[in-house]
């Protein structure tokens, strides 16, 4: 099955600055990249979603980039500020045949920006 | 998006009993998915919930543990049953408008949150 794995775990950034999460996945069948913010206590929120027809996503301070042939992706979030600490999932699945709406989550990244 | 509420968003049970986990959208989607996530960790689907028939449980869950009902398009339920500690955790319902083309994000419903002692 798909295994997505999530780099870094943690991370820490001035506010201000940029912050970038990785993610890589192993089916190369996968076809749908959406990326979640969980608050302490709350649900998953999707953020940012992209599918394997695009190579890059803007949505004011996030955007996300697709590597297909390199199965990685990526969050790229600018002008970070205190409200954007939280922990940030990406997930893979493949929309297609048998298989739909099966996302598969990297471990997640909790970030943390300082004032 | 959806408006999805679980009912109870949270409980306390005694190892060996079972809870009934309740999953409401305010409109009908084609898929709802239910996922666990355990403290501290990412979220791992259990099963999808297929409408009128038996839900699809992934590697390491079954039914006899997660049975999971759909009568119609806007109402799941998913009973965790014979609860041990391992079991504390927070379940949380998914949904899905359609399957690709823009239909396929999948919005998240609060989550209950389980401890058993």
């Known amino acids: 099955g798909e295994n997505v794995e999530q780099h870094p775990s943690t991370l820490s950034v001035q506010e201000g600055d940029s912050a970038v999460i990785k993610c890589t996945y192993s089916?190369?069948?996968?076809?749908?990249f959406p990326w979640y913010k969980q608050e302490l206590g709350k649900r998953p929120q999707l953020i940012i979603d992209?599918?394997?027809?695009?190579g890059e996503k803007k949505d004011q301070r996030i955007a996300v980039t697709l590597n297909k042939t390199a199965k990685h992706f990526s969050l790229h979030i600018t002008e970070t500020q205190p409200e954007d600490s939280a922990v940030y999932f990406c997930?893979?699945?493949?929309?297609?045949?048998?298989?739909?709406?099966?996302?598969?989550f990297g471990q997640g990244t909790i970030l943390t920006v300082h004032p | 998006s959806a408006v999805i509420s679980q009912k109870p968003s949270r409980d306390i049970c005694q190892r060996g009993t079972s809870l009934t986990i309740q999953c409401q959208v305010d409109?009908?989607?084609?898929?709802m998915f239910w996922y666990r996530q355990q403290p501290g960790q990412s979220l791992t689907l259990i099963a999808t919930?297929?409408?009128?028939?038996?839900?699809?449980?992934e590697s390491g869950f079954v039914i006899d543990k997660f049975p999971i009902s759909r009568p119609n398009l806007t109402f799941s339920t998913l009973t965790v049953s014979n609860m041990s500690p391992e079991d504390s955790s927070i379940y949380l319902c998914?949904?899905?408008?359609?399957?690709?083309?823009?239909?396929?994000?999948?919005?998240f419903g609060p989550g209950t949150r389980l401890t058993v002692l």
């Open positions: 998914s949904v899905q408008k359609g399957r690709t083309g823009g239909l396929d994000t999948q919005y």
């Open positions: 997930a893979a699945s493949k929309n297609g045949g048998t298989s739909y709406g099966k996302l598969t």
């Open positions: 089916d190369s069948a996968s076809n749908y």
């Open positions: 992209i599918r394997s027809n695009v």
């Open positions: 409109s009908q989607v084609t898929m």
């Open positions: 919930a297929n409408q009128g028939s038996e839900a699809t449980y």
